[in-house]
């Protein structure tokens, strides 16, 4: 019984950890330089620039406290999280 019972709370957790991802929408935790504010933000409310390298490449909201225009340096597995979560991302550089 208790094998059972242990298979069992293993799929739970993962089907609901598959719901989530699938239906409720990806939030990030970032947090505002200016006002030092903490928040979550919804991918629509990110925005991913890839640059021709890793340090031309970044990440921008605007703080939901001061209004100030955020832009943090954004690394592979930041990139990965980002383009995996639907935020929208813009190529700076092109590749022909
Ligand atoms: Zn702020």
Redesign the pocket.
Known sequence: MSESATSGAGMTVAAAFAGMRSAAPVSFKAS??????RFELAAAALRLAIGATSRATFYSFT??????A?RKPAGERIVELLTGGGVRTLRLHSTL
Do not use: I, L
Request: one cysteine or more; a negative charge.
């Open positions: 505002c330089p200016d006002c030092r504010e703080c939901p406290e001061c209004g100030a955020v």
